[in-house]
């Protein structure tokens, strides 16, 4: 096995730098400068001392590895993807003077924009090097301190941003940091750029920020190198097998994303409100597509319906390789004003995003599924999402709560499963066809209703027995109770129907 060093990269924080402000086009900026972060201004960096024949970059144009067998080669680049990069140099010299170039370009083009390194030496073992690589990342992420920043003196300006000094005066005064974002926020043909377009024109006007995030991707992937190398005992087809499955996922997701554009584009275009409403642009905003890390903006609506489209679309394209055959994903939503602070919205949906992945888990162990969470913000910031549903969704009358593997609420049904099967408990299509028999309801009835859960059960079998009584005949999953184990979906469905358009 040739000698060398192979070193991983990781961008720190990503999420407090893409969403740590509230203004949207700052958080483009912010996106764009991190999907440039390697596949730009690392690549430039290598190729400022070294041509293609001499450290190989285009290394999604072909999976084969080179560095083993080619002695012009210094270098070669594993993959690129999810905010990682892994490279194999032929020394640390080589290594070092990239990383000086790197950091300056960062410095320069992307400012806050923090990223770490560490490195193992090559050898025959590549699995067990890989896991030692990992761990010692793992370690320096955990003890890494991000840098502070001189705040000014009494005389200088501050950003209204980052509260950092600011260096120039253009719709207020700017830091680097945010001039540069700013500078980077590109438009996305066929989408809308301002959150307040988002919205819609009239009644409750709510945006969805939806996050979605592949379940157990570090596991897959050690998964892919174990049994690679159980096969060959050949590191260079590890490697081969590692890029085949990062290309394979980056595509995924992205023509997963485009698809759900599509299907909305088509659906929009045959409805006559919603063709008045967004006559030039579907309503959708993409904020970041990282591998299998996507976040977007949409019409609230339509926030739910996307995931479902964008799960069956993933799914679809999942079934077709068998590397990827049982991957799935989970997905959280925040529904909130327009006018909502960006970066609490976007911190709820990534905590709805990994409620839905803990019931995933706790239900159906590693295999997981394709789950969604949601939470509705009618007023107020939210600091927890844990404790706002605890006093919101639990009732004093049920506080003997059952126990479960998962954390859930008196009235809520949520998580659910979206692409799940119908005898699941937990599967949307039921919910689904509980708010088309509630639709039915007037709303006022539903109104007592949804008051009738904060009294007590008797009130509730009341109301449902009245309701009855006229021929609207509720039932869930052929069940009489209105609490299943301790959960009712009634409430749920009701709470939400009023922000859920099924289109499809």
């Given at each position: ?54 450290f190989r970059t285009n290394w999604d144009q072909c999976t ?55 490195y193992e030496e090559l050898e025959s073992n590549f699995g ?69 377009d988002l919205a819609g024109e009239k009644g409750d006007r ?299």
């Open positions: 096995m040739r000698k060398g060093i192979i070193a991983l990269y990781d961008i720190t924080e990503i999420q407090n730098y893409v969403y740590g402000s509230n203004k949207l086009k700052d958080n483009i900026g912010a996106s764009n400068l991190v999907e440039k972060c390697f596949d730009c201004f690392f690549i430039n960096s290598i190729k400022k001392f070294y041509k293609e024949e001499n084969e590895w080179k560095y083993e067998d080619d002695p012009n080669l210094v270098g070669e680049i594993v993959y690129i993807g999810g905010g990682n990069a892994l490279v194999v140099f032929e020394n640390t010299e080589i290594w070092k003077k990239v990383n000086y170039e790197f950091s300056k370009m960062l410095m320069i083009q992307a400012p806050g924009l923090n990223c770490v390194t560490e067990e090097v890989l896991d030692r690589l990992f761990k010692k990342m793992s370690l320096k992420k955990y003890c890494y301190n991000s840098p502070i920043f001189t705040k000014g003196l009494c005389i200088t300006k501050e950003c209204s941003v980052t509260k950092n000094s600011a260096v120039i005066n253009q719709d207020g005064f700017l830091s680097y940091e945010i001039y540069m974002k700013r500078e980077n926020a590109k438009s996305f043909e066929g989408e809308i750029d301002i959150i307040d709510y945006i969805g920020v939806v996050h979605i995030d592949g379940n157990n991707m570090g596991k897959n992937i050690e998964k892919i190198i174990k049994e690679t190398l159980q096969r060959n005992n050949d590191y260079r087809q590890a490697i081969k097998a590692i890029r085949e499955f990062s290309i394979l996922i980056r595509e995924s997701y992205e023509k997963a994303y485009e698809n759900m554009k599509k299907a909305f584009e088509c659906i929009i275009e045959k409805t006559e409100e919603y063709k008045k409403l967004f006559p030039n642009k579907i309503p959708f905003r993409k904020i970041l597509i990282k591998g299998d890390d996507v976040t977007y903006i949409c019409y609230g609506k339509l926030a739910i319906s996307s995931v479902e489209i964008f799960f069956k679309e993933l799914n679809k394209i999942f079934k077709e390789n068998e590397m990827t055959k049982n991957l799935n994903a989970c997905a959280g939503i925040a529904f909130v004003k327009p006018h909502y602070p960006f970066s609490s919205a976007y911190e709820i949906s990534e905590e709805c995003c990994n409620s839905a992945k803990a019931k995933a888990k706790a239900i159906n162990g590693s295999e997981a599924g394709f789950y969604l969470d949601f939470h509705i913000l009618r007023g107020g910031m939210v600091e927890n999402l844990s404790e706002t549903r605890n006093k919101i969704y639990n009732v004093p009358y049920l506080s003997h709560k059952e126990e479960k593997d998962f954390e859930y609420y008196n009235l809520l049904w949520r998580p659910f499963e979206i692409l799940g099967d119908k005898d699941e408990k937990y599967d949307f299509e039921s919910i689904k066809n509980l708010m088309e028999d509630l639709r039915y309801i007037p709303r006022s009835r539903l109104k007592d209703l949804r008051e009738a859960f904060l009294f007590g059960q008797e009130e509730i079998k009341e109301n449902i027995l009245m309701m009855n009584r006229r021929g609207y005949n509720l039932k869930f999953k052929d069940e009489e109770d209105i609490f299943i184990d301790g959960q009712s979906p009634y409430f749920d469905a009701i709470d939400f129907m009023e922000l859920y358009d099924d289109l499809f």
